[in-house]
């Protein structure tokens, strides 16, 4: 099937530990992106990838990394966690950057730092 | 700047009814236009897009939207509501460079 999957799907951490979330997409897609949902702010795009070791800054990349090593995965680094960055996460791929915004989404995962 | 609005945050409707979610557009050329549908706990769908041509599109689950360049706008609808619609809807714009400017989401309610 499919799909992009997304791991771990609910964390709960404390402000200043290190983490990571995961990325994977089985279609072979070239873009990969990172998006974060906010209540009233609709999803607002963190990073994205337009192929392996080619990475760019999204809106509002302030406070995380990611890195794409292979085509399949992009995971998604919080190296010091803040309350701030309490949220829903989206990873989301598009076979090339040209599909002009039609992407495919994960299940999402929910982050919360005390 | 682009930007997307969408102007109602909470709607409700009876089932069977019909539905109208609204979207406008800033943007200087032709936008590539989508709606996403989020179910609770779940990621975002696609439900229709338009890039060019008739500006009536058909999507999944009966939904459909029409384009409409003099108002910069791209309204959902659905002629017959059911219960499985209930969810959040995002309208969204996208660019060559595959980046997409998402609305902030209208949550649709349905009563029986």
């Known amino acids: 099937e499919a799909q992009v999957t997304q791991n771990p799907r609910y964390l709960i951490t404390v402000t200043g530990k290190k983490l990571t979330v995961t990325c994977s997409q089985n279609?072979?897609?070239?873009?990969m992106s990172w998006y974060r949902q906010d209540p009233g702010l609709g999803l607002r795009q963190i990073y994205y990838s337009m192929n392996v070791e080619v990475t760019d800054k999204g809106d509002v990349p302030e406070g995380y990394k990611v890195s794409r090593k292979e085509k399949r995965n992009f995971p998604l680094i919080l190296e010091s966690p803040s309350p701030n960055q309490t949220s829903l996460y989206f990873c989301?791929?598009?076979?090339?950057?040209?599909?002009?915004?039609?992407?495919?989404f994960g299940p999402g995962t929910r982050l919360t730092v005390t | 700047a682009q930007s997307v609005t969408q102007p109602d945050i909470h709607i409700t409707v009876s089932e069977g009814a019909s539905l109208e979610l609204r979207c406008n557009y800033s943007y200087g050329a032709t936008p590539y236009l989508f709606w996403y549908v989020q179910s609770p706990g779940q990621g975002l769908q696609l439900l229709l897009k338009y890039f060019s041509g008739d500006t009536l599109v058909q999507g999944i689950k009966g939904f459909e939207a029409e384009f409409k360049r003099s108002q910069s706008s791209f309204n959902l609808r659905k002629p017959s509501v059911h219960w499985s619609d209930a969810a959040e809807y995002f309208c969204a714009v996208g660019y060559n460079t595959d980046k997409l400017i998402f609305g902030t989401g209208t949550r649709l309610q349905v009563f029986p």
């Open positions: 989301a791929s598009s076979p090339t950057q040209w599909s002009r915004g039609e992407q495919y």
């Open positions: 279609m072979n897609h070239e873009y």
